[in-house]
């Protein structure tokens, strides 16, 4: 098969999203265009209320566009029931959100186990695939820890582990890094990175320019439509970041 015939992942043609409020119309999205290829690392960026936000939840299943189209690998988004959907949120893609979205009550390996439940597989499949997942993020050894007894970035792994759980082919990431401090938000991108290099697309929105530039590629949204889309040169490498830090120092009990 030649590149000319590979399928896109995301296909949005002519897309437009309007909101109503009261009487006033809010066009969120004015004639966006964008494939988006298997295998792809694409940020998303623009200032708050550029419509970044928006397409993200067109791209994840979340709304229908107002007019135009989208095709999530070759299949017409909009001829889909609400059902249909759903599957496809639960088996297709996987979401990771700023606010890490756990439950409280519930362990690391109950939160990332949730996906599962809804999509009816067995329970020790369940459990075996959510410890492989935690294993792949590095807390295998936090399993049983409830978030409060996690740190921001282990809440983080938490989440990205509950989006692979269901080995999704897609990712939607929503600010990922937004409430971490700067070498947690590396671990974060070298786990994305790791997954991208393993065949993943994934999308991330961020308004943070170091962040995007671990990204293959970025595309950039103002007043609804895209006014930038280039390949990152020189893209940064998280792995490589990392390596080259001073080691953290643990605590030594008493």
Not at 29 to 56: C, H, N, Q, Y
Not at 169 to 185: H, K, Q, V
Request: hydrophobic residues 40%.
């Amino acid at each position: 098969m030649s590149s000319t015939d590979v399928i896109p992942t995301v296909r949005v043609i002519d897309i437009h999203k309007d909101y109503h409020l009261g009487s006033n119309i809010v066009r969120a999205l004015r004639g966006v265009t964008l494939d988006v290829m298997p295998g792809e690392f694409i940020a998303i960026m623009g200032p708050s209320g550029s419509g970044k936000s928006t397409f993200m939840n067109l791209a994840g299943c979340l709304d229908r566009p107002t007019s135009g189209e989208y095709y999530l690998d070759g299949v017409s988004v909009q001829a889909l029931t609400k059902d249909q959907l759903a599957a496809i949120r639960n088996r297709r893609i996987g979401f990771i959100f700023q606010g890490f979205n756990l439950l409280s009550r519930m362990t690391a390996l109950g939160n990332v186990m949730l996906p599962m439940i809804y999509s009816g597989v067995s329970g020790r499949d369940r459990d075996q695939r959510a410890k492989e997942a935690l294993a792949s993020v590095g807390l295998q050894d936090r399993a049983n820890h409830r978030p409060s007894e996690l740190s921001g970035g282990q809440q983080q792994r938490v989440a990205v582990a509950r989006a692979l759980v269901n080995r999704p082919s897609f990712i939607l990431a929503d600010e990922p890094t937004g409430n971490l401090d700067s070498r947690t938000s590396v671990e974060v991108m070298a786990i994305l990175q790791k997954l991208n290099a393993q065949g993943i697309t994934i999308l991330m929105v961020t308004h943070e320019a170091d962040i995007a530039s671990y990204c293959r590629r970025n595309v950039q949204f103002r007043d609804g439509k895209v006014v930038r889309d280039f390949v990152v040169e020189n893209r940064r490498i998280a792995e490589d970041e990392l390596a080259a830090l001073p080691p953290i120092e643990e605590e030594v009990a008493a």
